[in-house]
């Protein structure tokens, strides 16, 4: 019986063994820190039973030589990282997260930075504003792509946009936030109020609120500032809640991290051989979630007083069957006369811009929640499911399950495809 006993237990261990020689080492380098790559690359290791070395993240050190199973990168123009990733990238599967990077023959997931510039442009325009600015860097992928796509897209509504651009100081001690605070404090003061301001993410916006404030600008009434990335604590907690555009880094960190097992999976023969190098040449882009609107833009640019007073009667009612006579009365003006308001303050009639309203709580609620369409179709007015399908695909050209799915679930389709 002892003998049995003892063997059992020599088999349970040597498949305990053959398990932990089959775990998969992965080496985490970050450029630069966010929670969400750490949550997404996480989440994706515990379904997958990886290992992840994580020593490069928690205290900044790498290893002199790495010969793992795979790595998951992050911003490659850091010149100590960039040495280091240089000198490993070719001994094992690599993957990198984001658009910063200057390898194009490795395999990439990344942030569709056009589509974030585009939905800042139409957040501003929907919104009435007549003067835009972007603020950030003169350098990288991730700056151009977005300040290309918002500064086009204000361009196809006849709208300028000034560029604000700060370069780097030959002097790092020039290269400071209070030289950088003097600056934008200088820029904001040469620009047409009220303004529309986007902002490269998140912290550049919570440096433009400082200043803002310190100059003594209203925010959002004198200047509308727009961030990306959506960090909750960091928009939440400033002295006026940041309005972001929420880049889905989550799910991108994720995405990788599947991107990088499939090309750790590798297999034999010519074929494979084949399917992992144009896995390693392909390119996967994970779609936006959207704008999550807080303080900072939730003013709109109007000066009609009869049209501020349809547009509050509208933001509050907006759940309820609403027709043209209701928002007129509300507003203290005929119908015809308050069509014609609209038409010079926003370029659209009063139903259209309850329409917009609509939509942008259906799609806060379909990416924020797990409530069923009908629920999310009563919440906001709609009345029926029908009736809201058919409006969504005419805006997003894709039904409100699909715009979830692609929000939510994401790019599974896509990297499958890969």
Not at 102 to 114: C, L, Q, T
Not at 273 to 300: A, W
Not at 365 to 374: H, I
């Amino acid at each position: 019986m002892r003998q049995r006993t003892h063997g059992a237990n020599d088999r349970t261990f040597n498949a305990e063994a053959r398990n932990l020689k089959k775990q998969r080492n992965v080496l985490v380098v970050l450029g630069w820190y966010d929670p969400r790559i750490i949550e997404g690359v996480g989440r994706f290791a515990r379904e997958a039973g990886w290992h992840l070395e994580m020593r490069a993240v928690i205290e900044g050190a790498l290893p002199s030589q790495w010969r793992g199973d795979g790595m998951l990168v992050n911003d490659t123009t850091v010149p100590r990282l960039e040495r280091f990733i240089q000198s490993q990238i070719d001994l094992q599967p690599t993957v990198l997260i984001g658009s910063n990077h200057r390898h194009s023959h490795v395999s990439a997931v990344h942030e569709d930075n056009r589509e974030v510039g585009r939905l800042a442009a139409v957040h501003f325009l929907e919104r009435g504003h007549q003067n835009f600015a972007w603020l950030g860097p003169a350098q990288g992928t991730v700056e151009l792509g977005r300040r290309i796509s918002f500064v086009e897209t204000l361009g196809a509504a006849g709208k300028p946009c000034q560029i604000l651009e700060w370069r780097r100081e030959g002097s790092a001690r020039r290269e400071t936030w209070e030289h950088r605070r003097k600056w934008i404090a200088s820029q904001l003061g040469k620009t047409l109020k009220p303004l529309a301001l986007f902002c490269l993410d998140d912290l550049v916006a919570l440096d433009a609120l400082e200043v803002c404030l310190d100059m003594g600008l209203r925010v959002p009434e004198d200047v509308a500032l727009m961030g990306v990335g959506n960090m909750e604590l960091a928009c939440e907690c400033a002295r006026i809640p940041i309005s972001s555009v929420d880049e889905n880094l989550t799910e991108i960190a994720y995405r990788a991290a599947e991107v990088l097992n499939r090309l750790m999976e590798g297999g034999k023969g010519a074929a494979a051989f084949e399917q992992k190098e144009n896995l390693e040449r392909r390119s996967l882009v994970v779609p936006v979630k959207g704008v999550f609107m807080r303080r900072s833009t939730e003013s709109l640019a109007v000066t009609h007083m009869g049209v501020k007073k349809a547009l509050l009667f509208m933001g509050g009612e907006y759940a309820r069957p609403l027709g043209l006579s209701d928002i007129a009365r509300a507003a203290g003006l005929s119908a015809r006369a308050l069509q014609y308001a609209f038409q010079s303050e926003l370029r659209c009639s009063p139903m259209d811009q309850l329409l917009k309203i609509r939509l942008q709580h259906v799609v806060h609620l379909l990416v924020a929640t797990e409530q069923k369409v009908g629920t999310v179709a009563e919440k906001c007015g709609f009345g029926t499911v029908r009736h809201l399908h058919r409006c969504f695909v005419r805006e997003h050209a894709c039904s409100p399950q699909a715009y979830r799915f692609r929000a939510k679930g994401t790019a599974k389709a896509d990297s499958e495809r890969l």
